[in-house]
């Protein structure tokens, strides 16, 4: 009896120990163990700097052909400059990766200008990728501008000389416009009502 006793806590021990087993992480032997995705290397493509001149740290990646400039961990209003190191070219893509909800809008600057809306749905961080036409493989520089949404509003375009809007009242021209009649509910004195009838024909 003690026996069976002895045994059956044995039993009970191992499967103890085989359920705390199953709950950490799979070994590496196993058929279903998957591998961790392996962190992004660093690289330094181009310098990165702040407005007062200092050297910026942020991460730069590659991510296949595309060369991200990692800005993740900022928020509120910012700017940072990427030069291009000499005898180098920018990559045949370039974006800027940001976190939804912690800046609303950015704004790059380099053969011509671009603002790109931030999402604020999700938490993973996205790449905004940059148009082509922003930058050429030796455009000198891309300023990367960060704020809210206002900030970068589109400037208002002046209409061309001569353009009247739809809209628009037109302006009374040299000529006095026309009286208008009177009105069923405007006085007419005497002399004027009967300069403005006409006389009854003789006989009536």
């Known amino acids: 009896m003690k026996f069976r006793l002895a045994l059956s806590a044995a039993l009970i021990a191992a499967m103890g120990l085989g359920i705390s ?23 330094h493509e181009v310098d990165l700097a702040n407005p007062d001149g200092s050297a910026a740290n942020y991460p730069q990646y590659w991510k296949r052909n595309t060369l991200v400039i990692d800005l993740s961990g900022v928020s509120g209003t910012g700017s940072v400059a990427a030069r291009l190191p000499a005898d180098t070219t920018w990559p045949v893509r370039v974006a800027v990766r940001v976190r939804p909800g912690s800046v609303e809008q950015l704004e790059v600057v380099g053969e011509q200008r671009s603002v790109l809306s931030v999402s604020r749905e999700g938490v ?43 809209t628009e009242v037109p302006k009374s021209s040299s000529e006095p416009a026309p009286e208008s009649a009177a009105g069923a509910g405007e006085i007419i004195s005497p002399t004027d009502a009967s300069r403005s009838q006409p006389s009854p024909p003789p006989g009536t």
């Open 124 to 166: 993973e961080p996205i790449d905004l990728e940059l148009a082509n036409s922003v930058y050429r493989k030796s455009t000198g520089a891309l300023y990367i501008t960060w704020g809210a949404m206002p900030q970068f509003a589109e400037a208002p375009v002046a209409p061309d000389p001569g353009f009247v809007s739809p």
């Open 21 to 43: 087993a199953c709950s950490m992480s799979p070994p590496k032997i196993w058929p279903f163990y998957k591998k961790p995705k392996p962190a992004p290397e660093v690289v």
